[in-house]
């Protein structure tokens, strides 16, 4: 399966604290984003990462990729409250196969 | 508006009433993808459309569930005789061609009693 699966399921920290989140996945791929959703709303897309590159910055996020061991990180730097929210990679290779996974419930407590 | 917009935002029915969710991508998209989110749970892949090619249902989990797109515009997603376990937040989402992010509409929240 091309679907990803982020670790940890839940995440909560201190506002000012780093948070990493994780994700792996099986097969090949071409290209991996990570989104983010808040309570009741759809999904923001934040950083797409391809295969062939390694790590990617975004503001305060901070994107890796390792294709050797099928695996993303997310770091989001000095976190605030408002980045309390649920975070999924999705990984493929093209838009019609992109899946999505669990996601991370990540609370930052202020 | 620029976004993705899906009508209604919220849906109750009874058990055994088709419902009918909408969902107007962003013009100029030509892919479309169907979701569906159960509480607290990831996303669930339903339909993917791609232009007029043949859509990928391979999704859908049963044949009470289908959909329509017209073209590269709006998309219905139809459930007949829904079931209480078809409660659920919908979701829609567009893109251009290619590995592209994609854009998510605020979803349909859907309760069957």
């Known amino acids: 399966s091309q679907q990803g699966e982020e670790d940890p399921q839940a995440l909560s920290i201190q506002e000012g604290e780093n948070a990493t989140m994780n994700c792996s996945y099986k097969?090949?791929?071409?290209?991996l984003q990570w989104y983010r959703q808040n309570s009741g709303r759809g999904l923001v897309h934040l950083i797409l990462?391809?295969?062939?590159?390694r790590e990617k910055h975004s503001g305060r996020l901070r994107v890796t990729l390792d294709t050797s061991k099928k695996s993303s990180s997310l770091l989001i730097t000095a976190s605030r409250a408002a980045d309390t929210a649920s975070y999924f990679c999705?990984?493929?290779?093209?838009?019609?196969?992109?899946?999505f996974g669990a996601g991370t419930r990540l609370t930052v407590k202020p | 508006g620029a976004g993705v917009s899906q009508s209604p935002s919220n849906k109750v029915t009874e058990k055994g009433k088709d419902v009918e969710l909408r969902c107007d991508p962003i013009s100029g998209h030509t892919a479309l993808y169907w979701y569906r989110q159960r509480l607290g749970q990831g996303l669930e892949f339903l339909i993917y459309f791609q232009g007029n090619s043949a859509p990928d249902k391979s999704g859908l989990p049963s044949d009470r569930f289908s959909a329509e797109r017209t073209g590269e515009s709006v998309s219905t997603l139809t459930i007949q005789r829904t079931q209480q376990e078809d409660s659920a937040v919908y979701l829609c989402a567009s893109s251009g061609q290619g590995a592209q992010p994609q854009h998510f509409g605020d979803g349909t929240r859907l309760s069957i009693l």
């Open positions: 097969t090949s791929i071409n290209n």
């Open positions: 990462i391809r295969s062939n590159e």
């Open positions: 999705a990984t493929g290779w093209n838009n019609n196969d992109m899946r």
